[in-house]
């Protein structure tokens, strides 16, 4: 059977060569090309390898590179810092047997992260390391809506995401942006448990309805931790833009607090207040 971490560390093998062009690392393009990027030889050159010995590990064949043979495919691919770990960490994993029990805790939020969402006066939201909606605070609620209408399965940030009847924005200039972001965080996150029945079920789903999906997956981009910007349209209030930042939780690798804030004396800090405002004013009428 193939080791599942071998499998998705050739699937990263081949999105980032497929991105290298020869031009990218001064090689001469050649004659006629079937691939738009490297060709696995040129690649393995570039690393120092044998064209079998890369081949057999884009195939998640049995193969155990060195922490040597990662560098030098790292250099090769031109990885930056966030690509490099990535890499590693699929490979490292990749070396241990397949029977390696992975520890799957439920993903529980703290008292005391309950209490910071409440005494936070900016949008908040904890996710958990499948990008699960575990909690928010009602700033986020005035800012992203109710969630409590959707069953607790549905509530996740790509699955809503990539919803057609609720994300009408994809018209935005920042949705693909966004998206890559979140599957970027994914990514991240199915390298520590690529068998993981949440995250298989996420996307298997997402695979199956939605090409847009199918066609960001398959870069394979990684996001350890995602920061940025985003500008929401609200009919009351109007468009407002946002920083948003992710920090996690003390413990172990899970869940995440994600916070919107504006800027300090900005319109946008005033737009937030009157929403914050006008969404207690409504949920405190009887």
């Known amino acids: 059977m193939t080791h599942p971490y071998?499998?998705?560390?050739?699937?990263?093998?081949?999105?980032?060569?497929?991105?290298l062009h020869p031009a990218d690392v001064g090689?001469?393009?050649?004659?006629?090309?079937?691939?738009?990027?490297?060709?696995r030889e040129e690649l393995a050159?570039?690393?120092?390898?044998?064209?079998?010995?890369y081949q057999r590990m884009e195939q998640g064949r049995d193969v155990r590179p060195s922490d040597d043979v990662l560098d030098a495919l790292a250099t090769a691919l031109a990885?930056?810092?966030?690509e490099r770990r990535h890499l590693f960490t699929l490979a490292h994993a990749a070396r241990r047997p397949t029977r390696t029990q992975v520890d799957r805790v439920p993903e529980v939020v703290p008292d005391s992260t309950h209490r910071l969402l409440r005494v936070l006066h900016t949008p908040a939201v904890v996710l958990g390391r499948h990008l699960d909606l575990l909690a928010w605070n009602q700033h986020a609620e005035a800012l992203l809506g109710a969630p409590d209408d959707l069953?607790?399965?549905r509530l996740n940030m790509l699955l809503l995401l990539f919803d057609d009847e609720l994300t009408a924005g994809r018209t935005c200039a920042d949705w693909e942006r966004q998206a890559l972001d979140y599957i970027g965080m994914m990514r991240a996150a199915v390298a520590a448990d690529p068998t993981h029945p949440r995250a298989t079920a996420i996307v298997g789903e997402l695979s199956i309805r939605s090409a847009e999906f199918r066609r960001l997956?398959?870069?394979?981009d990684v996001r350890a931790s995602a920061s940025g910007t985003k500008t929401f349209s609200n009919p009351a209030v109007g468009d407002l833009t946002l920083e948003w930042s992710t920090y996690p939780l003390?413990?172990?690798p899970g869940p995440f607090l994600l916070v919107f804030t504006p800027e300090p004396n900005s319109p946008d800090e005033d737009r937030l207040h009157l929403l914050a405002s006008l969404h207690a004013t409504r949920t405190a009428r009887p």
């Not at 071998?6 to 060569?17: H, N, S, Y």
């Open 217 to 220: 997956w398959a870069r394979h």
């Open 45 to 53: 050159l570039l690393a120092g390898l044998s064209t079998d010995y």
């Open 250 to 252: 003390p413990g172990r």
């Open 27 to 39: 090689l001469e393009p050649g004659g006629r090309r079937k691939v738009t990027g490297l060709r």
């Open 79 to 82: 990885l930056d810092d966030e």
């Open 151 to 153: 069953p607790p399965d």
């Open 6 to 19: 071998a499998r998705e560390l050739g699937d990263f093998l081949r999105a980032r060569r497929d991105r």
